[in-house]
């Protein structure tokens, strides 16, 4: 099968989440295979995954044969190939727009909190977890007063990040609210950021990319 | 003058250096608009700033009226709006490659080492210089290793990163390299990533946006 996708996701991984939404959004059909970033050291950090992904980070999308890494530019494979529905809009001016949101987060917010990152402060510089965690919420909400602004009071502004069709930006956001309320931010400075995760949650093609909706997340007693 | 560029830059920031060289390889004239973001506690902060950018970051792309954020959203806009010569090869396939190394340096390594998480270790932790120091070597080694590893024996790498053009994965990858000079990574680990960084300096469109080569560089004594 050419054409069969296979994704090596976490179910708590926001970039994983982020491609789960995006295939969801395109409608198409996908294995996952799950990597256990914490179990046993990681399982990121095996030679067989390691092949698969010399980053050592979840996502990896296979398509057939072809390795897809890196979940921003796996969105764009996805828009490329099956270009319906559409995740960027049509205007290279309001796809400049769509990308910037989604990198704000891609970039700035969530590869500082990445559990690589907090690893890093424990093991070398023994930073105890509630300032780890104050370093989370620092990351998240200096990003969010931005992204806020970014849609605050702007035309293109919609239902969504861009109007009114779910697209990348929304991809980018919806997961990393999750973590947002994973760390205890607040949320209430950012009206826009929540309207818009309540749409697309709203959606079945976000509902069901939910970590705890994932077949490797832990099942409740 | 509609299609006038402006450039907020800084002549040190490695963000801004990749889209200086996107805008020489598309042979886009640009006026440079310095943004010092040290001295005075950082002219990025200032209310002025913070309407071209929420986020306080440069580059910042004006393209007539039209505000432009995220240098790799920026380098996507230019290879949409002046198509030739193209800063993504032609096949979806490797499109996604291309900008799978972009991101593995623009999400993965440069975020983790910006100014303001080493000026966040200062002000919040007290982490003495040589730890700072150590994490930016840290993050580079770490990046520049998958990096390496993406690059080496793939079909697709030639006098570039992606074949004998240069393109949006080295527009990333050269301010990298900088940077990990400037911090005294060894680089002999990575000989494809040496390989190509001397290929791009010898373009004029590299070589012109180099750091030191900036307007609002230091002056040599």
Known sequence: MADH?????????????????????KGLAYETLPVHLVRDGGEQHTDGFRELNPQELVPVL????????QSVAI???????????????????DRQRSRAIALAVACDIHPLNNLRVLQYFDREWNVPQPERDEWVRHWITDGFAAVEA?????????EFCEGN????????????????????????PYPTIER????????????VARPEKQ?????PN
């Open 5 to 25: 996708l296979q994704l090596y996701s976490y179910w708590r991984s926001s970039a994983a989440y982020r491609v789960r939404i995006g295939l969801n959004l």
């Open 62 to 69: 296979k398509h057939g044969d072809r390795i897809l890494r």
């Open 75 to 93: 969105l764009e494979y996805l828009d490329e190939t099956w270009p319906e529905p559409a995740l960027l809009p049509a205007t290279s001016r």
């Open 150 to 158: 970014m849609l605050t009071d702007h035309p293109s502004t919609g």
């Open 165 to 188: 069709t779910p697209g990348l930006a929304d991809c980018c956001l919806v997961p990393q609210v999750y973590n947002a309320r994973r760390f205890g931010v607040d949320l209430s």
């Open 196 to 207: 818009i995760e309540r749409a697309c949650l709203a959606l079945p093609a976000f509902d």
């Open 215 to 219: 077949p490797d997340a832990p099942q």
